[in-house]
């Protein structure tokens, strides 16, 4: 039989955590690599952009119907709305109705 070559815990700790990164730092270039040729990846596609961009219309806006809405709280839905994406004016602002939630509340507080 031979004989080890160290029986020093530290030197041999140094080896096996040198031999744990390198597999470690292989992998990661490996993923890295399969990342770069991935098939099933989609092709991204050039979008090409008009010379000329048409001004965009200027938004007309309608009188906002407030029943007990603060202007801040209108505003801020308006903005809100707006900063989506969606075009067009905000016609009425209302409520959510809410009746299943306090339905699924007194439901909860019968059976405790």
Not at 79 to 88: D, F, K, L, Q, Y
Request: aromatic share 6%; hydrophobic share 45%.
């Amino acid at each position: 039989m031979h004989q080890p070559v160290t029986t020093n815990p530290f030197i041999i700790m140094l080896i096996n955590m040198t031999v744990v990164f390198i597999v470690l730092i292989a992998l990661m270039y490996l993923i890295k690599l399969i990342h770069f040729i991935d098939p099933t990846k989609p092709k991204e596609k050039k979008i090409e952009t008009p010379a000329t961009a048409p001004s965009p219309a200027p938004i007309q806006e309608a009188p906002v119907v407030a029943a007990n809405n603060d202007d801040e709280i209108v505003a801020a839905i308006t903005a809100a709305i707006s900063a989506m994406g969606v075009t067009g004016t905000v016609k009425a602002i209302r409520p959510a109705n809410r009746e299943c939630w306090k339905q699924s509340g007194r439901g909860q507080n019968m059976y405790m």
